[in-house]
């Protein structure tokens, strides 16, 4: 089987992003970039996917139960590029997630994923923080 941690760390050096922390066991990395909005995003080898996820924000109590808001964030995700807008298995965080497949991952592809969050919380931003002061 292809090094597939080792092409995926190359493509990240290759765009730029600080590598906070590398865990070569579970095959992942916590990079970020700050000047585009990335802050402590997971790049999780899991193969066959590479999964891409970003903490956006918790949410309020009782935010999570208003259908509006849960219906605004999937209105949302029709906008984006790539991934997606998401709540965590608590319920109680919004995430940004997206999957790719690791046997023909390319740098245009991966950077590609990770301009899409950036466009997304550029173009978003506002409603995301909406929603997470409502109370």
């Known amino acids: ?8 760390k190359q493509f990240l050096l290759e765009m730029g992003l600080t590598i906070e922390t ?5 095959e992942l990395f ?15 080898c899991e ?4 999964i891409i996820e970003q903490l956006i924000a918790k949410l309020p109590e009782g935010v999570q139960d208003n259908p509006e808001t849960l219906k605004s964030f999937l209105q949302m995700n029709r ?14 965080h919004i995430i940004f997630r997206d999957t790719l497949q690791l046997a023909n991952l390319d740098l245009n592809e ?13 173009e978003h931003g506002e409603h995301i923080i909406a929603a997470v002061e409502a109370r």
Request: proline share 5%.
């Open 1 to 8: 089987m292809e090094d597939y941690k080792f092409k995926v």
């Open 22 to 26: 590398e865990d070569p066991e579970e």
């Open 30 to 44: 916590v990079v970020s970039d700050p000047e585009n909005g990335i802050q402590h995003l997971v790049i999780d």
């Open 47 to 50: 193969y066959p996917v590479l």
């Open 79 to 92: 906008k984006l590029v790539h991934g997606a807008f998401s709540l965590d298995d608590s319920g109680e």
């Open 110 to 122: 991966l950077e590609g994923s990770i301009n899409a969050l950036s466009l997304g919380l550029a």
